[in-house]
């Protein structure tokens, strides 16, 4: 492929929504959400993400919503909120829509106690109506994972496990604060295998501290000895205005835009070397995986906890800092717990903000997603339903004249597609169609 880390340089979205998070406003309130859950058709199906914002320490290229704590108490009182946000939002919307996919994220899930593992499961079986396969997916710290802790998950019904690794090198897991020896990711693996989850997913980092070309290897190869169905590799996100423990890593030690381009492209040999296919930028899965079959079927989706077989018109998000992906639009729960906590008490839908949709957002959504998801789009025929075609991009596609003449894109017949081997610069493509992006004064992460 052409070459030019120059290019890679440049700080774009990462597009597991359209608009990106930064352009949502207070005007959307719990009020306005409660009538967006109404209004929904009845039959839709629902996806639920649960936010559980705690761990027992904090890993420092982490830039999710979360807060150590020291003692179980604030987790356990955090629950009973979280089981009120559930009924209140569940009398809203009805028995009449089967949830098709639950995802428990964080911070740490596994920070609950087994006993809260089955009660929380339990509380959103009594509340939505759970479609008979329904994929339940839940993120793993795999420290501290304990016999009894992998025996609730089980019980609870869990069915894809998401295991977070990073890095196997000593040096690189001093320099994020997360020491988690190999051999406490391979027992955790083992056990969930033996309590009957093999659904597996494993989280890697690319571009961390002191990170070379040989410890991404070594943490790939000593991956694929797990054989898992699924590979997640991810770019370090450096944003310590925004996380400040970020400034707790050293910048100087970070690669720069060619050590990471490099560290992607050889994650991406390896594991396809190693017969996983590759899904979107930064996904792998084995040929027979859902996800793959999705991919190859053009039916890809992507949201929030990225690229998933979950096509759900709707997803409920709960917990502090969760966000609803609803057809009207998104909203975003309160961040901090007590703000949280207080408008749960309140009986509100504890909403901080979010944005309606207009039909030229969904369009522009349209065109991002089948790009992130498949790399490539037929502007014509996404943007036909909406009146409109090819023609009424020319001013992204004049935009997109340098990516194309270095082969990180072509257009012809109205079809716009990133090569498979040019796959780094898709969020790069993709923003050619953000309008909002020109406009934005965050700070989002380097393109790989």
Wanted: net charge negative; charged share 20%; hydrophobic share 45%.
């Amino acid at each position: 492929m052409a070459t030019s880390a120059d290019l890679f340089h440049a700080r774009v979205p990462r597009y597991t929504s359209y608009p990106t998070a930064p352009h949502f406003h207070a005007g959307i309130t719990g009020e306005t959400v409660r009538g967006w859950l109404r209004n929904l058709p009845d039959g839709m199906p629902l996806s639920l993400y649960l936010h559980i914002p705690f761990c027992d320490t904090l890993c420092w290229f982490c830039g999710c919503h979360t807060k150590v704590v020291n003692h179980y108490s604030p987790v356990g009182s955090y629950l009973e909120y979280l089981f009120t946000e559930i009924a209140n939002a569940a009398a809203v919307v009805g028995r009449a829509h089967r949830v098709t996919h639950i995802h428990w994220g964080g911070g740490s899930p596994t920070m609950l106690s087994p006993e809260d593992v089955k009660k929380l499961a339990g509380h959103i079986g009594a509340h939505f109506e759970i479609a008979p396969h329904a994929e339940f997916a839940v993120e793993i710290d795999p420290r501290g994972l304990k016999d009894e802790m992998v025996e609730a998950l089980a019980a609870a019904g869990l069915t894809r496990a998401s295991i977070g690794v990073q890095d196997c090198d000593d040096k690189v897991q001093r320099a994020i604060n997360r020491i988690q020896p190999f051999e406490v990711t391979r027992s955790a693996v083992e056990r969930l295998r033996a309590a009957g989850i093999h659904a597996l997913n494993i989280d890697l980092i690319y571009g961390l501290p002191y990170q070379t070309l040989a410890h991404v290897e070594r943490t790939i190869e000593m991956s694929l000895g797990l054989a898992p169905q699924r590979f997640a590799v991810f770019g370090y996100a450096h944003v310590p205005h925004f996380k400040k423990h970020m400034q707790l890593i050293p910048e100087e030690a970070l690669p720069n835009a060619e050590e990471r381009l490099a560290q992607f492209e050889l994650a991406h040999r390896i594991l396809s070397g190693s017969g996983y296919v590759p899904i979107g930028l930064d996904h792998f899965a084995r040929p027979d995986d859902p996800l793959a079959l999705a991919a190859a079927a053009g039916t890809l989706s992507r949201n929030f906890q990225g690229y998933t077989t979950d096509d759900a018109p709707a997803l409920i998000g709960l917990g502090a800092s969760s966000i609803s992906a609803l057809p009207q639009g998104y909203a975003q729960n309160k961040t901090e717990v007590p703000d949280y906590r207080k408008a749960v008490e309140a009986g509100e839908l504890p909403v901080a903000r979010g944005i309606a949709l207009s039909d030229d957002d969904r369009l522009r959504r349209a065109i991002i997603e089948r790009l992130m998801c498949d790399l490539g789009v037929d502007l014509d025929r996404v943007a036909q339903p909406y009146g409109k075609s090819a023609a009424d991009f020319a001013a992204e596609l004049a935009a997109l004249k340098p990516l194309i003449a270095q082969g990180f894109a072509t257009f012809a017949g109205g079809r716009l597609v990133v090569p498979a081997e040019a796959r780094a610069a898709v969020r790069l493509v993709a923003a050619a169609f953000d309008t909002y992006l020109a406009k934005s004064t965050a700070v989002h992460a380097v393109a790989v």
